[in-house]
């Protein structure tokens, strides 16, 4: 990362105007957040825990891994997260759910461009969780009030 930085054609965060293009797509998810067109569920995951991952990562190992600024204002990462993840169809569908899929987003970004051949990763991180979402909705399902347990009355069962 310090290689990449120490380039005249970078800026000192993530490239000349990439940190100005992602804090637009920051402003433009706020709005939407605001205008209630997304959930803030699947974008605090995805920058949470992109944030979480490269904080600890920079302070276990300071000149190997980029800052948590570098890896939340370079590349797709800020469209990725209000506009790509955001997806209705694709993404989970319970709350505690879309924590997940956002943070399981964040977490593969920021493992694909630390140790993988690939700088951005949004696209494929995205596509993997998607085929995760699934089993997500599968274990994170709130149960319906009303309904008694699903196994109840099995032998075993008291």
Known sequence: PSE???QPMFGGLAGIGWQWVNLAYLVGGLVMIKKRIIQWYIPVGFLGSLALFS??????MPG????????LL????MLGAFFIATDPVTAASSNIGK???????GALIFIIRTWGNYPDAVAFAVLLMNLAAPF???YTQPRSYGHAKANRGLKGDS
Do not use: K, N, R
């Open 4 to 6: 990449v930085l120490s």
């Open 55 to 60: 904080t600890v990562f920079s302070l276990i």
């Open 64 to 71: 190997e891994t980029a800052s948590p600024i570098f890896h």
């Open 74 to 77: 370079s590349g797709a990462t």
């Open 99 to 105: 924590l997940y899929y956002g943070a399981g987003i």
């Open 136 to 138: 997500i909705d599968l």
